[in-house]
């Protein structure tokens, strides 16, 4: 079942994305509403709220943003507010079916309409402004299609501003000097919006690359019997972190599928698999190269200190 709130639509939702709501079913050569699917509908685009919980990027905190919105080719009822949507072709000399985009009440001509009555392909549009409460110059926007096709509603987030990936806060930058080393930055951060735009086939195709270029490095110099992935992974696993190593069987057998045997579920499972062990990776690299360096900056200070006591000792 669909998020019944703008949260999941803002948050979630990739742009493009449409989700479709059958309010109108054809039935016996007409269609007939059905107000339970409209509210699904009225659940999902979120008009009746007043707040958006989100993460707000410059605050860096997660905070309520007030909602005010602007629609587009709608009409408007008796107080002037357009929140009617028409649904029926115009006939002269006869009303129009409209339906209320609050409380899914239908006005003018009734249901059930004729094929040739409803009024496929109308279009709507949505505005969202949303206002940070913790500091009113923090703004969001979001922008949704509402196209009727066939008795269905089809709603497609056109535009947001700021993108998911500047909202989630990916810290593509944490292992930016490990990842340059490997090549491999601007595949990392490829992957990471492939993935947000749920394009995981090619999020996938990053991280497969990223591993790739990693073994690579690893296996440097080094002189193979033969060419598979196994055996690079086993000639080279004592470099890897000894927690990935418990890992490595069911690396084996991920990484020996073809890419254009996956589809986008089976790459999803696996992207989230191969991500965490890059990232434990990158992060046993960190780590080691840190260590490294304390090392030597107390053995550089344990010298000073040595030498101090020679030169205290000679006075």
């Not at 016996?28 to 007043?50: P, T």
């Not at 003018?108 to 009555?117: A, F, I, K, L, S």
């Not at 990693?214 to 196994?230: A, I, S, T």
């Amino acid at each position: 079942m669909l998020e019944n709130d703008i949260n999941y639509l803002f948050n979630e939702v990739s742009l493009y994305t449409k989700e479709k709501f059958d309010v109108f079913e054809l039935k016996n050569g007409k269609y007939e509403y059905n107000q339970k699917e409209f509210f699904k509908f009225l659940y999902y685009i979120g008009v009746q709220q007043e707040k958006l919980i989100s993460y707000c990027h410059v605050c860096k905190k997660e905070f309520p943003f007030d909602i005010t919105k602007k629609l587009f080719q709608f009409t408007s009822n008796f107080r002037g507010e357009k929140t009617y949507m028409s649904i029926t072709n115009k006939k002269s000399g006869i009303d129009v079916g409209q339906i209320d985009l609050y409380n899914g009440m239908i006005i003018g001509v009734q249901p059930p309409y004729t094929q040739e009555e409803l009024a496929n392909n109308s279009i709507w549009y949505i505005e969202y402004f949303f206002t940070c409460t913790n500091n009113h110059n923090h703004k969001y926007m979001l922008m949704i299609s509402i196209e009727l096709k066939d008795g269905t509603f089809i709603v497609r987030k056109i535009g947001q501003n700021p993108s998911m990936l500047t909202i989630k806060g990916f810290d593509f930058d944490k292992y930016k000097k490990q990842l340059e080393e490997l090549n491999a930055y601007e595949d990392y951060k490829k992957a990471d919006l492939s993935n947000a735009d749920h394009f995981y086939v090619g999020a996938y195709a990053y991280l497969r690359r990223i591993f790739e270029k990693m073994v690579n490095k690893y296996l440097f110099g080094k002189e193979l019997e033969d060419n598979h992935m196994d055996t690079k992974i086993n000639t080279i696993k004592d470099r890897f972190d000894p927690r990935i190593q418990k890992l490595l069987k069911n690396l084996y057998e991920i990484l020996s599928v073809s890419i254009h045997e996956l589809d986008e579920e089976q790459s999803k499972e696996y992207y989230v698999y191969l991500k965490t062990i890059i990232d434990m990776q990158l992060e046993y690299i960190k780590t080691e190269s840190d260590k490294e360096s304390q090392s030597k900056s107390l053995e550089s200070i344990l010298d000073k200190i040595k030498g101090g006591i020679k030169l205290g000792g000679k006075k």
